[in-house]
């Protein structure tokens, strides 16, 4: 005999449209000021983004991964992270350092080449993660870790579409599944792992349905839209603390550049999908919400746009300034004490290079 033994469904969440027109039923608990904030931090970060670019190009940085078109979905819920929570981002996450206080020289020197750059103790965001998916089981470990403790605090995980295709990832949701562990998944699906667009990487009709086979719940979301995203969060945080277990959120977005500046993204996808996401733009729906209901003017906004292309260029000069590290640390971190075979490396190493 047959019988069925659950039902299952995703549910799709939109409260800001492309047009700027929103949802007033489904808003969040925001304050004006905390809005304000926001957009301030996407206008920060684009500021941040395009200045980046323009320094990989001249051969100032190395290879960078543009954070353009996915603002919303790491500002909207690096925000409302306590003191005591971690983020776990992967590498495109420059949006999220900045909320959480990072210093924008301290990127670029990252970016740069020089490790030195995350070194930020205060921020709570870890370093990135440039093996795709590898970051997921460290941010379910320190969740769980968190509940052994005893302590009131979360992790939040930012990732890709792409990661979801690895083992590592399987293996942080069910561990998160069985645990209950207070870790919330954020996955910006920008719609392709490089040049592999979603649908050739799984047979799945959306990605937040995964974490039902894990046992807890998968949300999928307009990740441009910055008040489903803080929502979503919300409460994704709030019952992650109350002891309910992890969410996964599938932030729907696009990757408005290219992969990396080593990418070009012209081989694999149309410029008419760029142009129709191009209209979905978040900064620029956020934009048109808070001028309509008189929370920004044109005014204003020039400020804004004006004081964080100041910072980052002041950013650069500090950045640009920062003394080179020492040569030496590439033998130094390997052992807890140098090996006779590093002492040696060092030493020819200092021949080779003086």
Not at 114 to 135: K, Q, S, W
Not at 319 to 331: R, S, Y
């Amino acid at each position: 005999m047959d019988k069925k033994i659950g039902d299952f469904s995703v549910t799709y969440r939109q409260i800001l449209d492309e047009d700027g027109k929103c949802d007033a039923k489904s808003m969040p608990d925001i304050s004006k000021v905390e809005m304000l904030k926001m957009y301030e931090l996407m206008v920060l970060t684009r500021a941040f983004d395009e200045k980046a670019i323009a320094l990989q190009r001249q051969g100032r940085i190395g290879t960078y991964a543009s954070v353009r078109g996915q603002e919303a979905c790491q500002i909207g819920g690096g925000i409302q992270m306590n003191e005591g929570d971690l983020a776990f981002p992967a590498f495109r996450e420059h949006a999220l350092y900045l909320t959480r206080g990072a210093k924008p020289e301290k990127l670029f020197q990252y970016w740069g080449g020089d490790e030195r750059g995350l070194y930020m103790p205060d921020v709570n965001v870890f370093p990135v993660a440039i093996t795709v998916g590898g970051h997921l089981p460290h941010a379910v470990g320190a969740a769980m870790g968190m509940s052994i403790q005893k302590k009131p605090n979360v992790t939040l995980v930012y990732f890709g579409d792409g990661a979801t295709s690895e083992g590592d990832f399987h293996e942080a949701l069910n561990f998160a599944g069985v645990f209950k562990a207070p870790v919330v998944f954020i996955c910006q699906n920008n719609q392709f792992a490089i040049s592999t667009p979603v649908n050739e990487q799984t047979a799945s009709k959306t990605l937040a349905q995964k974490a039902i086979a894990y046992g807890f719940e998968g949300i999928q979301i307009d990740g441009n839209d910055i008040f489903a995203v803080y929502k979503t969060v919300q409460e994704a945080i709030k019952k992650a603390r109350s002891g309910k277990g992890p969410t996964f959120i599938e932030c729907f977005t696009f990757r408005m550049g290219d992969h990396t500046t080593s990418d070009d993204a012209k081989k694999y996808r149309k410029e008419s999908e760029v142009k129709k996401w191009e209209k979905k733009d978040p900064v620029e729906r956020f934009k048109k919400y808070l001028i309509t209901k008189k929370i920004l003017s044109e005014k204003v906004d020039k400020e804004m746009q004006e004081k964080a292309k100041k910072t980052i260029a002041e950013a650069v000069e500090s950045f640009e300034k920062i003394a080179p590290q020492d040569k030496e640390e590439l033998f130094k971190y390997t052992y807890s004490e140098l090996t006779p075979e590093l002492k040696d490396e060092i030493e020819q190493f200092k021949r080779e290079v003086s």
